[in-house]
Nanobody, 120 residues
């Protein structure tokens, strides 16, 4: 079993910055890709950013140039640095990880969600 614990959400002004973190723990044999998704009220969950174990990244079109995803493999932690925040970034942000536990193949895991509100 793998657990993902998130932190770093909150209320920020438009144009402000926020940093999210997510740490994986539990029975981890291999931690593959990690990512961030977000879901606004009444909308579907969308990709924000993903990062592979190699460090390769991809981003949702609406956040390119503003958000940066990174990871610390020694700490099993993924980060999301959000700059130039806009009201449309308001959502619950979810951490995701693909991990392999002992005696099992790769599985998807999700964090508990972190609220980000961008408003004046």
């Amino acid at each position: 079993q793998v657990q993902l614990v998130q932190s770093g959400g909150g209320l920020v002004q438009p144009g402000g910055s926020l940093r999210l973190s997510c740490t994986a723990s539990g029975s981890i044999f291999r931690l593959n890709s990690m990512g961030w998704y977000r879901q606004a009220p009444g909308k579907e969950r969308d990709l924000v950013a993903r990062i592979a174990a190699s460090g390769n990244t991809n981003y949702g079109e609406s956040v390119k140039g503003r958000f940066t995803i990174s990871r610390d493999n020694a700490r099993n932690t993924v980060y999301l640095q959000m700059n130039g925040l806009k009201p449309e970034d308001t959502a619950v942000y979810y951490c995701n990880a693909v991990a392999t536990a002992p005696y099992s193949g790769p599985q998807d895991y999700w964090g508990q969600g972190t609220q980000v509100i961008v408003s004046s």
